[in-house]
């Protein structure tokens, strides 16, 4: 079994020469639900012992730490951990800040609604819906919401603000003790920073009526640091329905003291109202019906906000290193939806609405140190994860976002804890090793509008962990995960017992609880001069990717499953003005049993790759060029229908100048390619077909060439 080192602990072992660089252990990995997606019916399918330093965003480059130029435990991390830094994140154009998060290799991030919607995430051969097993944290906060009203797990981060990132620290597979829920495919951890080196203004004007002001600054209050910012979008897009963006975003904190021995506070605010072209059925767009950015349903869209405060606090002392994160979350969600048009309802159509609203509160606090034992130098990490979750969810049935009937509503309380810890232990100057363990439990009731459907549930489950490191020799480590993880399920659907539209036909209650396992093996070099390359190679195994769909207001079990994969990623730093870097992934994704339908997971890309080059310096020209490759993937079990596969590519050239203006032109889809950012293939009716409907490929088109401009000032 095998282990990684963390971006934390490479940095902490620069900080603190004496100690022992840090080893997260590695749990198999879980295997993701499988999801069709939307249609209601058709689913076929730091140094352990340090706080990372406050390392300003410009020194942070692709998890190499500052200063490093040799290669070993502080300069090096495995393809399973890294850390980019925000430097790295802005440098890229994108359409959507959700996009911002494909700075991660392999990960892919679309779009199949409005733009208030959470993205939909593809990683590892997973299609993760809008957020299913990659848990993603802003400032130690969780964003996937469990027994949501649209779906587990879903993590909407609309509420991003890209300038203020400081670091992604991304980790792959369920390896890490410190990571419970969600964390099976992957987890992103995003820090904000605590100072700008400048205020900010920028204004953003672009084609399909987008724009977008931003401001943003910090000054010394006190012995602390308070940094504040507000953002503002509004866009329409290429739709012959505008999406009518009116986003509001807003940031606050105060820190003091360093990331070690210090504390921040911090506020943040969004609100967001579109209107939303979901995806189409094909032939509609085929028939003339429709064209290509036409809608079905124009009342399609949907209203959101997200409230929050949280502190972070760290101090460290000769027993060793001590930090606690609290927060509290007040979030709220309302979708109107019409994926199958006239199948339900021949009258009044397929509208649904689905409403979220919820307090969150989480405390996580943890203690490291370091000890030596019989002469091995050992890091231990201890933790406490909790988390509770005062739900109100429903689904209604609508007509032009009028309510006519509730489908189900229910009052949900939900809590979990989690206890971890791992030890890390350097046996030689060429072996490290890390085990760890995980316990968590999770517990809730469900008060639902169906008596019947109504209970108490509870479930625990144990994930140990494991990991080693060999070398570095010649400048190449190798490294090895293993591990198990878990996954919970929509705790509605562990209480369920009739369907909730009928009240009467009989449910199948699932397990809160699903178990995942994997391995992986590595190897990253930095042999050749200027140029960090990493090749994982992994196997992720899931009982069952059981699924609550909350379109439906069911669960619906599917079935065990396993993907195996490899990915290569690499940087090159041509010049100290220019860096090249690519990224290429491979995932088979199948069901490990046999059913005559087939055996392949719908919506489970094979081939993902990503690539481009980015240059410039604090003054002069700077640019970049960027492409994405996203592979056909299965939409049914037998194979036997497919996605289209789409390369997109976005440009961006700018001149900073001396009295610290910018001026910047984004190109979105550059060749204006006319591919879907998603498809779906499920059973709708359009008005005056048969009534059983008619099985068709649904498709999201991709925005068409846009131009964005860019007008910064930092002072």
Known sequence: MLITESPAAAQSAVARPGQ?????????????????????RAQTARNPSAIQPAVPASHVNSGVTPGSATMGPASMQPTATMTISGTDVNARPFSRSGEALEVVPGLIVTQHSGEGKANQYFLRGFNLDHGTDLAISVDGMPVNMPTHGHGQGYADVNFLIPELVQSVMVRKGPYFADQGDFASAGAVAIDYVNRLPNNIAELTFGSFGYRRALAAGSTVVGTGTLLAAFEGVGYHGPWNVPDHVRKLNGALRYSQGTATDGFTLSAMAYANGWNATDQLAQRAIDQGLIGRFGTLDPTDGGVASRFSLSSNWAQSGEYGQSKINAYVINSSLRLYNNFTYFLDDPVNGDQFSQMDRRTVYGLNASHAFDARMGGIETQTRIGLQTRGDDIRVGLFKTFQRETLSTIREDGVRQSNVGLWADTTARWTDWLRTTAG???????????????????????????PKAGIVLGPWYKTEFYGNAGYGLHSNDIRGATITVNPIDKVTPQDRVPLLVRSKGAELGIRTKAVEGLTSSLAVFVLDFDSELLFVGDAGTTEPSRPSRRVGVEWTSQYQILPWMRLDFDVAYTRARFADFDPAGNFIPGAPAWIGSGGVTFGGETGWFGALRGRYFGPRPLIEDDSVRSQASLIFNARAGYRFDNRLRLQLDLLNLFNAKTNQIEYYYLSRLAGEPIGGVADRHVHPAEPLAMRLTLAGRF
């Open 20 to 40: 022992l660089p840090a080893v997260t252990v590695n749990p198999p990995e879980e295997r993701p639900r499988v999801r069709s997606k939307p249609p209601r």
């Open 437 to 463: 363990i995980r316990e968590d439990y999770f517990s809730g009731r469900v008060v639902s509008d169906t008596p019947a459907n109504s209970g108490n549930t509870e479930a625990s489950m144990t994930s």
